[in-house]
Structure formats: structure tokens, C-alpha cells
């Protein structure tokens, strides 16, 4: 499938195109070739058996051989040029979203409350692989990534390579950032990221949303959530929230100075879930609470559901490529001539 963008020349037929037209400034060039080989005692093309044109052994068919190996040539050309038939013109329109996805990185996501297969996970080893599932199945979405803890960072604007987005994801992990949790100022840096005046109408950015996923309540940084929630109300930007982590007491696991696990300590959890319901309700998205790897899945195939809007159509042709009719007999027809020139 080729772009409308190609430089295109109307050929015979209105539904035919060149793609590389420039090529055809070569044929040119064969005239002035011929006319050099045949007032130089030495050839100047230098092609398989171009000398044997001038031998007397030739002499028969000189004018043959070399007529057949110029069109041979002429026909590659064209060839090169890229003869192409267009069969169809349609209108295709993109449909997505721009996401910024933020992610809680504070000590306490290190916290084992959730197993799968029989096997602990701490919060964060079970958030990752439904992240990158999410960003998979979101193929035309341009996705961003915030990272925090007591301060916000940008681990990714937002991009449609999500493979390397994938990539960056593997190398996060906790300890990356001080500890604290800083959602005020998450929402806040995610709320930038977003910042895109050529999908801004009346002051309202569409076809953006942030997902907050965090497990603990705020107690760092210079802006309040509901402060946040507020700007990204103003902007018309839902923002979905998602409490990780179960209630009461938890499982923290105690680590040596070499960083070898010895065992665990039970720590309270300190989740804000009426706080991260309210920047949801006021943002217009939805609060979840993922107390276990399925409600994790739950949260983003519900995300994942949310409608979704068109953006400006792109255009397209269908062409079925036509080179191959003039680079064979062009290669047969050169090889006519090599043929015929051969020394007898």
C-alpha cells in the first residue's frame, strides 16, 4: 500500500502513476552514451561485453546488439521509475486517545499483598505487565508516562512507539525517586504532558485522559490533588484513579544491607480511597480499587472500554506495483544484446 504523498505522474491511463519519476531523467543520459561509444576506439559503457561491440568480429550485427542492449537499459529505467496502478482511494480515520499514565513509585509499593500462581508479588511487580498489556491493546493511542514519589518525573511523553515505551517500563523500579507520595504534583507534571493547543476547542482538551495508579495517600509536593483535579476539570480532562493494595495490615518485606530479603514486617495501609474517589468524580473518570491481580485487569479493561473519538482522516491508495512487467523483459532484452555481442 503506498502513501498519496508519493510524487505521482499521470501516465497512458488516468489510473496509472510513476512513484520515482525522476528515474526517467536517465533515459537521457543512453543517447549521449551511444553516441560516445561510437566515436570512442575505447567503450565507454562499462556493461558485460560492451568491448565486443566494436570488434570485427560483430560486424554482422553491431547495429542489433547495440539497439537491443539500449532499449534493455531504457526498459530497467523505466523499471526504476516505478510504474504503479491505483485502484482505490480511501479515507481512514484514526480513532484514540492521549493517555498519561501515573505511576506511584514510594516505598510502600514494595508491599506483598498480592499473589499470583502461588507466588507473592509486590504491588508494583503486579501493576507492570497489566500497564504493558494495556498500552498493547492501544495500538493508536500516544501514551505517556509520570513516575513519582516525593517528587513527579516524565518518564516518557506521550509517543505511539509503544515497544519503547515497554522498554522504559521494565526499567522502573522502586528506589528510583525519594520516598513520599506526591499526587498533587503527579497529576500536576501528567496535566503538562498533556498540554496540546491543536486538540484544544473552547478551552477544553479532547481526547485526553491520566490514569492515577497509586497506593497510598498524599503527603508530599506543592500542589493538592483536589487542586490538580480542579485544573484538569477546567481542561475537561477525566483523570481515573486506581487504589492498589488491600486494607488493614499488609506484608513488607525486610531486606539486609546487601539487599538479600530476610523476611517480612506487617505495615499498615494508608490508601485514601474517599480522596482518589473524589478527583475521579470531579474529572468526570471513575474510581477502582484493585485489591488483587484480577481487579487490577478489571480497572484497565474498563479504562480500556471508555469511548473513544476520531481524529483527522488520513487518505490512502491502493496500488499494485507494475515494475516487475518492464524490469524482466528489460533484463531478457539486455541480455539479447550482451548475447549478440559476444566474440565469434
Known amino acids: 500500500m503506498s502513501a498519496p504523498h508519493l510524487l505521482a505522474l499521470p501516465l497512458a491511463a488516468s489510473n496509472l502513476r510513476l512513484a520515482d519519476p525522476l528515474w526517467l531523467l536517465a533515459l537521457g543520459l543512453l543517447p549521449l552514451a551511444m553516441w560516445l ?7 565507454v559503457l562499462l556493461v558485460p561485453f560492451a568491448s565486443a561491440w566494436h570488434r570485427a568480429s560483430v560486424a554482422a550485427s553491431p547495429g542489433w546488439a547495440a539497439a537491443l542492449a539500449a ?24 480513532r484514540g486517545y492521549d493517555i498519561v499514565l501515573a505511576i506511584d513509585l514510594s516505598g510502600s509499593m514494595l508491599s506483598e499483598d498480592y499473589e499470583k500462581g502461588g507466588e507473592r508479588l509486590n504491588r508494583l511487580q ?8 494495556f498500552i498493547e491493546r492501544r495500538p493508536s493511542d500516544r501514551i505517556g508516562v509520570v513516575l513519582f514519589s516525593a517528587k513527579a518525573y ?28 506526591a499526587i498533587g504534583d503527579a497529576l500536576g507534571v501528567a496535566l503538562t504532558r498533556l498540554d496540546q493547543a491543536a486538540r484544544e476547542s473552547g478551552g477544553k482538551r479532547k481526547g485526553a485522559f491520566i490514569v492515577l495508579l497509586t497506593d497510598g495517600a498524599n503527603n508530599m509536593g506543592a500542589l493538592a490533588p483536589m487542586q490538580s483535579a480542579q485544573l484538569a476539570k477546567a481542561r475537561g480532562i477525566p483523570i481515573y484513579t486506581i487504589g492498589a493494595g488491600k486494607d488493614g495490615l499488609v506484608p513488607f518485606p525486610v531486606f539486609d ?16 480511597e474517599d480522596a482518589l474517589r473524589s478527583i475521579a468524580e470531579t474529572t468526570g473518570g471513575q474510581f477502582f480499587r484493585a485489591a ?12 480500556d472500554s471508555s469511548q473513544k473519538i476520531e481524529f483527522q482522516a488520513k487518505s490512502y491508495l491502493l496500488t499494485t506495483e507494475l515494475f516487475g512487467w518492464l524490469a524482466a ?16
Open 154 to 181: 516524565t518518564l516518557a511523553p506521550l509517543t505511539t512507539n509503544h515497544a519503547w515505551l515497554a522498554r522504559q517500563l521494565e526499567r522502573v523500579k522502586i528506589g528510583l525517586i525519594q520516598d513520599g507520595t
Open 37 to 43: 561509444r561510437g566515436r570512442s576506439r575505447v567503450p
Open 257 to 272: 544491607d546487601t539487599g538479600k530479603k530476610i523476611g517480612y514486617r506487617r505495615i499498615a495501609a494508608d490508601l485514601d
Open 329 to 344: 523483459p528489460g533484463l531478457a532484452v539486455f541480455c539479447a544484446g550482451a548475447w549478440l555481442s559476444r566474440p565469434r
Open 126 to 133: 503486579a501493576i507492570k505487565p497489566v500497564i504493558q498489556a
Open 292 to 303: 488483587d491481580t484480577g481487579t487490577i485487569e478489571g480497572a484497565f479493561h474498563a479504562i
Open 71 to 94: 532499449a534493455g537499459l531504457a526498459l530497467l529505467v523505466c523499471a526504476l521509475a516505478r510504474p504503479q496502478r491505483v485502484e482505490d482511494k480511501r479515507e481512514v480515520r484514526s
